[in-house]
């Protein structure tokens, strides 16, 4: 596969992500700080904020993904799969606890 290909591949994945940390952000903001007096935050908002604070793991996710003859597809769709896992896995947790609040 030629580096172009897998340059768009890796960036839709990471927008893709980066979309689905913003929902799961928002979502969670709502349920559990809004109650609390804080403004809501819309999906942008959170997904800003969770690149901000990203920034600094994604040097150290690269590294992760850089195998011996450079750039990894393969490991870098593996690690964007498992994140995204994460993600839901965390706001189906949530969702159950704000059921019971």
Same mark, same amino acid.
């Given at each position: 596969?030629?580096?172009?290909a897998e340059l768009?591949?890796?960036?839709?994945?990471s927008?893709?992500?980066?979309?689905?940390?913003?929902?799961?952000v928002s979502?969670m903001?709502?349920? /559990?700080?809004?109650?609390l007096g804080v403004?809501?935050?819309?999906?942008?908002? @959170? *997904?800003?904020?969770?690149?901000?604070?990203?920034?600094?793991?994604y040097?150290?996710?690269y590294k992760?993904?850089e195998?011996d003859m450079? /750039?990894?597809?393969?490991r870098f769709?593996?690690?964007e799969?498992v994140i995204? @896992? *994460?993600?839901?896995?965390m706001?189906?947790l949530?969702a159950?606890y704000?059921?019971?609040?």
């Amino acid at each position: 596969m030629n580096k172009l290909a897998e340059l768009f591949i890796s960036f839709g994945c990471s927008v893709l992500l980066a979309m689905l940390c913003g929902v799961v952000v928002s979502d969670m903001w709502t349920w /559990f700080v809004v109650p609390l007096g804080v403004m809501p935050i819309g999906i942008a908002h @959170a *997904m800003g904020i969770m690149a901000i604070l990203g920034i600094p793991m994604y040097g150290m996710a690269y590294k992760q993904v850089e195998g011996d003859m450079g /750039f990894d597809l393969k490991r870098f769709l593996t690690m964007e799969f498992v994140i995204a @896992a *994460m993600y839901l896995l965390m706001w189906g947790l949530a969702a159950v606890y704000h059921s019971f609040m």
